[in-house]
């Protein structure tokens, strides 16, 4: 009876321990399910970045009209700029720099004043910064240093 018993155990344990997953393969996605996570956190990104510079900036619908499509292209022209000019830093400020007085004089004919014209261009700092605490907090990691005054 306890040969039984015991073989019985055995071959209960034999057969839910071959039921499990190789150690490397476990609950990890494939490449597509990968892509499709990476490019859906993308646009959540996105949209989230959206709604913040719009209440952030205050922007009317038709401030909001005119605004993005000259952000976009400020946006579009910083990512080349680092592609192009990483090598000499010199001249990836400068370039960075010029950018960033061009986006200028295109918002101060849509937000009208030197302080919204300001306000948008920190508006991305604060919204990385904004990103960063709240990826931190999700993880677990340390809380960020507190900002002296």
């Known amino acids: 009876m306890k040969k039984l018993l015991y073989t019985l155990i055995f071959s209960l ?5 071959s039921a499990q ?8 996605p494939n490449d597509q399910e990968m892509k499709r996570d990476h490019q859906s956190n993308r646009v959540n990104m996105e949209m ?3 709604k913040f510079v719009t ?6 619908p ?10 976009n292209e400020h946006r579009d022209l910083v990512r080349s700029i680092l592609k192009d000019k990483k090598e000499n830093e010199i001249d990836l400020q ?3 720099l010029n950018a960033r007085k061009k986006m200028a004089l295109a918002l101060k004919a849509i937000l009208k004043t030197d302080a919204r014209v300001n306000d948008a261009l920190k508006v991305d700092r604060e919204f990385y910064k904004k990103a960063r605490t709240e990826m931190m907090r999700r993880r677990g990691g340390p809380p ?6």
Do not use: D, H
């Open 13 to 17: 344990l034999l057969t839910s321990v």
């Open 21 to 28: 997953p190789p150690e490397g393969r476990r609950n990890r």
């Open 48 to 50: 989230f970045k959206i």
């Open 55 to 60: 209440e952030q900036l205050s922007l009317t």
């Open 62 to 71: 038709q401030e909001a009209q005119a605004f993005w499509p000259v952000y």
């Open 94 to 96: 400068e370039a960075l």
């Open 144 to 149: 960020p240093p507190p900002q002296g005054s």
